[in-house]
C-alpha cells in the first residue's frame, strides 16, 4: 500500500458547471502526440469520448482549446497552451511540498501495520535523480524532506536525519559556500556517498529568441528572467557565476522573481510567463525547452561515520548501486551517475 498526492485543478463557472477533469490530461496528450485518435488511446478513452469532452469544454470556456484539421491532426489553441501549461506550472511548483507530505504518510501508515520495513529520513534538495529512488526501495522506506542543502546538513548535524543531500559545482568555488560546508562536515563525524554529476544551465524558448549561450549573455538582453529562491543551492551557484563575470544582479531585469524547483522554473518559461532562467537540463528537456549548457556541479550524501555498518544506512547505499537505478539515472538529461554509492571522506571533496 502506498499513498500518493496529486494536484488537481477545478475550474468552476457562476452557474456552478464544471469542466471534467480528464480535460487536462486530454490536452497534455493531444500536445504531445498530435492526433486525437493516439490521445484518446493514451488517456484510456473512446474516441467519441474525446471528441465530446472537447466540445463540452468549448462550450464551456465559449472558445475552443483544440484546432482539427484534416490532414495535419490536433493541436491546441492559444488558450488550450495557457491551460495546459498553467497546470503543469502548479504541479511543478507544489510536487516536493506534496512529496515530502506523502512519504510522512506513508512512514505513518507502515509504522501501524505488523512487519513494517526500516524507515531512512533524509533531507535533501528537490532533483530529478532524488525523485527516482523511491521506486528502488522495496526493503525500506524513504522519508523525505526537500531543504536547501545548508538547512539539510544542519539537520544531519542536529540528529534530525540520517542522510543529507547537498551539492557542489565542478571546477569552481563558491568560497561562502565552500566554508559552510567545512564547518558543518567534519571530517571525523561524516562522510560522503557519491551520487550523480548534473548539468546546469540556462533555459530558453525551444526557439532562443534572445540568441542566449553564454552567461555573458544575461548582461546584454531584453529579457524576463525567472530565478530559484535566494536560500537554494542554484540561487548560490548562479550569484557566483554571474559575480565571476562581474555582472550585477540589479540589471537583470525579474531577477527577484521567484519558483522554487526547477521544473517550475522550466514551465514558467515554457507558459511564456518568462524568456530565461537557470536549472538542470532535465527540466528543460521536459519542457520542450533550448538549453545551453554552463556549468557540472556533483550531487552528493552526507551521512554520519559512526552509523556506516546500520542496516539502514547500508541499504541505502545498496540503492544507488543499483544497475537497473543507476541506467534509469543515466536516462535522465544532464545526469550521470559518478561512482554512485562509493563512499569517502568529505577530505575529498572540502579541504583539499
Given at each position: ?8 485543478w ?13 480535460v ?21 478513452l473512446s ?18 482549446l ?106 569552481m ?46 548582461s ?74 554552463i ?24 540503492t ?33
Amino acid at each position: 500500500m502506498h499513498i500518493n498526492i496529486l494536484p488537481r485543478w477545478d475550474y468552476e463557472d457562476g452557474q456552478g458547471q464544471r469542466l471534467h477533469p480528464m480535460v487536462l490530461s486530454l490536452l497534455e496528450h493531444i500536445n504531445r502526440r498530435g492526433r486525437l485518435t493516439t490521445a484518446a488511446k493514451d488517456c484510456g478513452l473512446s474516441y467519441r469520448h474525446a471528441w465530446n469532452l472537447l466540445n463540452e469544454s468549448t462550450t464551456f470556456f465559449n472558445s475552443p482549446l483544440v484546432l482539427m484539421e484534416k490532414g495535419r491532426g490536433a493541436q491546441l489553441t492559444a488558450l488550450g497552451q495557457k491551460l495546459l501549461w498553467s497546470n503543469q506550472r502548479i504541479e511543478a511548483r507544489l510536487h516536493p511540498e506534496m512529496e515530502s507530505l506523502a512519504t510522512e504518510l506513508n512512514v505513518e501508515l507502515q509504522s501501524s501495520m505488523a512487519n513494517h520495513t526500516p524507515v531512512v529520513r533524509i533531507y535533501a534538495s528537490h532533483g530529478y535523480a532524488v525523485a527516482l529512488m523511491t521506486q528502488f526501495t522495496s526493503d525500506y522506506q524513504v522519508e523525505i524532506h526537500y531543504h536547501a542543502p545548508q538547512h539539510a546538513l544542519i539537520a544531519l548535524n542536529e540528529g534530525r536525519c540520517r542522510i543529507a543531500g547537498f551539492h557542489q559545482p565542478i571546477g569552481m568555488d563558491i568560497p561562502s559556500q565552500k566554508a559552510r560546508y567545512q564547518k558543518l562536515l567534519d571530517p571525523q563525524r561524516f562522510g560522503i556517498i557519491r551520487f550523480v554529476r548534473r548539468q546546469q544551465g540556462l533555459m530558453f524558448p525551444a526557439d532562443n529568441p534572445h540568441n542566449i549561450h553564454r552567461i555573458e549573455d544575461l548582461s546584454n538582453g531584453d529579457f524576463r528572467f525567472i530565478n530559484r529562491q535566494s536560500n537554494s543551492g542554484t540561487r548560490e551557484l548562479l550569484e557566483q557565476l554571474l559575480s565571476d563575470k562581474e555582472i550585477d544582479t540589479s540589471t537583470i531585469s525579474g531577477y527577484q522573481n521567484q519558483e522554487y524547483t526547477h521544473s517550475a522554473i522550466a514551465a514558467h518559461i515554457a507558459s511564456d510567463m518568462a524568456d530565461l532562467g537557470f536549472g538542470v537540463e532535465a527540466a528543460a528537456r521536459r519542457f520542450g525547452l533550448g538549453f545551453a549548457p554552463i556549468i557540472e556541479e556533483y550531487y552528493l550524501w552526507a551521512y554520519p561515520l559512526e552509523a556506516e555498518k546500520d542496516d539502514d544506512i547500508q541499504a541505502f547505499i545498496a540503492t544507488l548501486s543499483n544497475p537497473e537505478f543507476q541506467s534509469k539515472v543515466n536516462q535522465l538529461p544532464g545526469y550521470q551517475c559518478d561512482h554512485s554509492g562509493v563512499t569517502c571522506s568529505t577530505n575529498w571533496l572540502l579541504f583539499s
